[in-house]
T-cell receptor, first 115, second 109 residues
Framework: EAEVAQSPRYKITEKSQAVAFWCDPI?????LYWYRQILGQGPELLVQ????????DSQLPKDRFSAERLKGVDSTLKIQPAELGDSAMYLC???FGRGGLDTQYFGPGTRLTVL | LAKTTQPISMDSYEGQEVNITCSHN???????ITWYQQFPSQGPRFIIQ???TKVTNEVASLFIPADRKSSTLSLPRVSLSDTAVYYC??????????FGSGTQLTVLP
């Protein structure tokens, strides 16, 4: 069964450093999502791509976060500089179509700890 | 913003049927009700989706009354491996999914 791949699985960094997360969606999935999940809470959408275009980044802290999906396949989420409050699980998901009716398939996530 | 209300936690014993109810008073006409399951240190996984009445698949049933202001996820004969967080959310009229805090289900031996 095809899966969403993410790396690294765990990342420890110091505040003010730069970090980057990578996501490879299921082949053929047009839509890619990045979520942030703080311990004890549900996932919060950061950015949504339709192919290579951003369709929603309203919750992305753009002063320090950036995301790209240059060829409409894999994607990178970057934080620079990292802050203590960025410690969380970063989840990538993909879906075949766009819109909330399509089942989203989630990767295993990257656990970020900022010291 | 689409908002759901679920119990924070529930306990059950192996072999029992578990029903988790979610209220969604402001559901829109175009919205479907979707449930996801999340194990610790994993991403959420789709369980079931429905619009009205009853939907059943190989792992769960979803009951939605006529007014659609609530829904109930039913897990038949739970096992220890069903211990997880269960999220109820809308999908359809909004482009994105909005997750709440979910319900922590703990299955006891």
């Amino acid at each position: 069964e095809a899966e969403v791949a993410q790396s690294p699985r765990y990342k420890i960094t110091e505040k003010s450093q730069a970090v980057a997360f990578w996501c490879d969606p299921i082949s053929g999935h047009a839509t890619l999502y990045w979520y942030r999940q703080i311990l004890g809470q549900g996932p919060e959408l950061l950015v949504q791509f339709q192919d290579e275009s951003v369709v929603d980044d309203s919750q992305l802290p753009k002063d320090r976060f950036s995301a790209e999906r240059l060829k409409g396949v894999d994607s990178t989420l970057k934080i620079q500089p990292a802050e203590l409050g960025d410690s969380a699980m970063y989840l990538c998901a993909s879906s075949f179509g766009r819109g909330g009716l399509d089942t989203q398939y989630f990767g295993p996530g990257t656990r970020l700890t900022v010291l | 913003l689409a908002k759901t209300t679920q119990p924070i936690s529930m306990d059950s014993y192996e072999g029992q049927e578990v029903n988790i109810t979610c209220s969604h008073n402001n559901i829109a006409t175009n919205d479907y009700i979707t449930w996801y399951q999340q194990f610790p240190s994993q991403g959420p996984r789709f369980i079931i989706q429905g619009y009205k009445t009853k939907v059943t698949n190989e792992v769960a049933s979803l009951f939605i009354p006529a007014d659609r202001k609530s829904s109930t996820l039913s897990l038949p004969r739970v096992s220890l491996s069903d211990t997880a967080v269960y999220y109820c959310l809308f999908s359809g009229s909004a482009r994105q999914l909005t997750f709440g805090s979910g319900t922590q289900l703990t299955v006891l031996p």
